[in-house]
Nanobody, 122 residues
């Protein structure tokens, strides 16, 4: 089992920045690829970014490419999502997830956090 706890969400104006953190406990964090997903009201959960166990491979949704950066610190069992140039359409609950592979499908992730709300005002 891996337990995941997100933090860092909040209310920010368009153009601003936030950094989300996801702290992991339980089984060895460094074995897992980590992903960030988001879900806006009335919409399906969508892929945002993913990072390999070593941090050497990352992949982003087109909608956030160039604005968001995923990173991880295996010594701290934490994965981060730096979000810059935020837009109102980035408003959603953001979830981190742990899985075996660097993939974009939510179905391939085994463990999920409870989510943190990000609201971007115009």
């Amino acid at each position: 089992q891996v337990q995941l706890v997100e933090s860092g969400g909040g209310l920010v104006q368009a153009g601003g920045s936030l950094r989300l953190s996801c702290a992991a406990s339980g089984r060895t964090f460094s074995y897992y690829a980590m992903g960030w997903f988001r879900q806006a009201p009335g919409k399906e959960r969508e892929f945002v970014a993913t990072i390999s166990w070593s941090g050497g491979n990352t992949y982003y949704a087109d909608s956030v490419k160039g604005r968001f950066t995923i990173s991880r610190d295996n010594a701290r069992n934490t994965v981060y999502l730096q979000m810059n140039s935020l837009k109102p359409e980035d408003t959603a609950v953001y979830y981190c997830a742990a899985g075996r592979r660097v993939v974009v499908s939510a179905r391939d992730y085994d463990y999920w956090g409870q989510g943190t709300q990000v609201t971007v005002s115009s």
